[in-house]
């Protein structure tokens, strides 16, 4: 099998012993360990973004190889493929899943997964293996070594990669749901995190112009947004309803998972496994509400707080009154473009490793 754009595969043969370093505990292996009841070495694609979080993604992916290897290894065809700059991902996911790839899973930060689920989709519709003979589908998987790596915190993860791997081990997977974004030009969009509108994700696209400074490029892109930001109209139709005036919307966000911007709780009721999204709305805010409320923000008990607002939909458009076209939107920390959008969720639509 030969992906697109691998950097390296690295193969054990199955009968090559477990290697113990300073980074492998010896993990109970047995009865847990799925892979090992089956005769067909899995193919795992690994998607490494060497430049995430400001290059210490690609360093620890070089500590964790030797970790992996024995780990997985013995069961696994371990495919390694550094990408050469943004969108690359989308790319080598569409390609393994072609090629029967067992997964695909993100080594970086939200941006990185970001890709690799929109590499899960191509025209419209899932990709899928060029194989008729192959039963098996592709699942997701992610390494979370990111600057913020919201979307782990929704599933609970803990900020460690050998339990990462110990969840590749034992393969479990679970369906999770996708959002998708259309625009003018009618080409889809896919997230699997937050979309947001208007102040949050202005400050989105310029914090994505400070990750040098780690965590701290959030605070530094939401003052750069503020300046010169006018709380807008918009025109919204929830669920194929009628169209109504949100007056003076200062962000929406709609959540399939509950954090963005490095562990702001924004959509805390929002769930990847309900078939809705939550859409939270905040309006008529100033600059000191959210000096005010930042702490509710983050811990998620914003909903309570006078003018944020919180619905479940399944599908949401949205439109700007003034027709000033200068609406930001984003969907995981990546710049869209402005409104008009149409925002749908696709329930259950990619098999996770969870
Ligand atoms: N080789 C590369 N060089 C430069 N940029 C890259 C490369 N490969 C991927 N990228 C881009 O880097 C962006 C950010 O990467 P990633 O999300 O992994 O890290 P992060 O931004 O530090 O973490 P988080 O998104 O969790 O805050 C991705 O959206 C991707 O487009």
């Given at each position: 099998?030969?992906?697109?754009?691998?950097?390296?595969?690295?193969?054990?043969?199955?009968?090559?012993?477990?290697?113990?370093?300073?980074?492998?505990?010896?993990?109970?292996?047995?009865?847990?360990?799925?892979?090992?009841?089956?005769?067909?070495?899995?193919?795992?694609?690994?998607?490494?973004?060497?430049?995430?979080?400001?290059?210490?993604?690609?360093?620890?992916?070089?500590?964790?190889?030797?970790?992996?290897?024995?780990?997985?290894?013995?069961?696994?065809?371990?495919?390694?493929?550094?990408?050469?700059?943004?969108?690359?991902?989308?790319?080598?996911?569409?390609?393994?899943?072609?090629?029967?790839?067992?997964?695909?899973?993100?080594?970086?930060?939200?941006?990185?997964?970001?890709?690799?689920?929109?590499?899960?989709f191509w025209g419209g519709k899932p990709?899928?293996?060029?194989?008729?003979?192959?039963?098996?589908?592709?699942?997701?998987?992610?390494?979370?070594?990111?600057?913020?790596?919201?979307?782990?915190?929704?599933?609970?993860?803990?900020?460690?990669?050998?339990?990462?791997?110990?969840?590749?081990?034992?393969?479990?997977?679970?369906?999770?749901?996708?959002?998708v974004?259309s625009?003018?030009?009618g080409e889809s969009?896919?997230?699997?995190?937050?979309?947001?509108?208007?102040?949050?994700?202005?400050?989105?696209?310029?914090?994505?112009?400070?990750?040098?400074?780690?965590?701290?490029?959030?605070?530094?892109?939401?003052?750069?947004?503020?300046?010169?930001?006018?709380?807008?109209?918009?025109?919204?139709?929830?669920?194929?309803?009628?169209?109504?005036?949100?007056?003076?919307?200062?962000?929406?966000?709609?959540?399939?998972?509950?954090?963005?911007?490095?562990?702001?709780?924004?959509?805390?009721?929002?769930?990847?496994?309900?078939?809705?999204?939550?859409?939270?709305?905040?309006?008529?805010?100033?600059?000191?509400?959210?000096?005010?409320?930042?702490?509710?923000?983050?811990?998620?008990?914003?909903?309570?707080?006078?003018?944020?607002?919180?619905?479940?939909?399944?599908?949401?458009?949205?439109?700007?009154?003034?027709?000033?076209?200068?609406?930001?939107?984003?969907?995981?920390?990546?710049?869209?473009?402005?409104?008009?959008?149409?925002?749908?969720?696709?329930?259950?639509?990619?098999?996770?490793?969870?």
């Amino acid at each position: 099998m030969v992906y697109y754009g691998i950097a390296l595969v690295v193969a054990m043969p199955k009968s090559s012993s477990l290697i113990h370093n300073s980074m492998a505990p010896d993990l109970p292996t047995a009865a847990a360990d799925r892979f090992a009841a089956s005769s067909r070495r899995r193919d795992l694609v690994f998607v490494v973004n060497p430049k995430g979080a400001n290059g210490r993604t690609g360093k620890d992916w070089k500590k964790l190889l030797p970790y992996l290897r024995s780990r997985l290894g013995n069961h696994c065809n371990i495919c390694e493929s550094l990408t050469s700059g943004p969108c690359h991902a989308i790319d080598i996911t569409r390609e393994a899943i072609r090629e029967g790839a067992d997964a695909v899973i993100a080594v970086g930060g939200d941006g990185t997964l970001h890709e690799v689920i929109n590499g899960f989709f191509w025209g419209g519709k899932p990709v899928s293996c060029q194989d008729p003979q192959v039963s098996h589908t592709t699942a997701l998987g992610l390494i979370p070594l990111g600057t913020g790596s919201d979307f782990a915190r929704t599933l609970k993860w803990k900020n460690s990669p050998q339990d990462a791997i110990e969840r590749i081990a034992k393969g479990q997977r679970s369906r999770i749901d996708i959002g998708v974004i259309s625009g003018e030009d009618g080409e889809s969009h896919y997230f699997n995190n937050v979309a947001d509108i208007h102040l949050t994700a202005k400050a989105g696209y310029y914090a994505s112009k400070y990750k040098r400074f780690g965590n701290l490029c959030y605070v530094i892109g939401a003052l750069q947004a503020f300046f010169g930001h006018h709380n807008q109209d918009l025109k919204i139709k929830v669920n194929e309803g009628e169209w109504e005036v949100y007056s003076q919307v200062t962000a929406l966000c709609i959540g399939n998972a509950k954090f963005f911007g490095g562990g702001m709780k924004i959509t805390p009721n929002a769930d990847p496994t309900s078939g809705n999204f939550e859409v939270v709305t905040l309006q008529d805010f100033k600059w000191y509400h959210f000096i005010r409320y930042l702490h509710r923000l983050y811990n998620g008990t914003h909903l309570s707080v006078k003018n944020v607002s919180s619905i479940s939909a399944h599908t949401l458009e949205i439109e700007e009154v003034s027709g000033n076209s200068n609406i930001y939107v984003q969907s995981d920390g990546e710049f869209l473009g402005f409104l008009p959008r149409k925002f749908c969720i696709l329930p259950t639509s990619i098999e996770m490793i969870s």
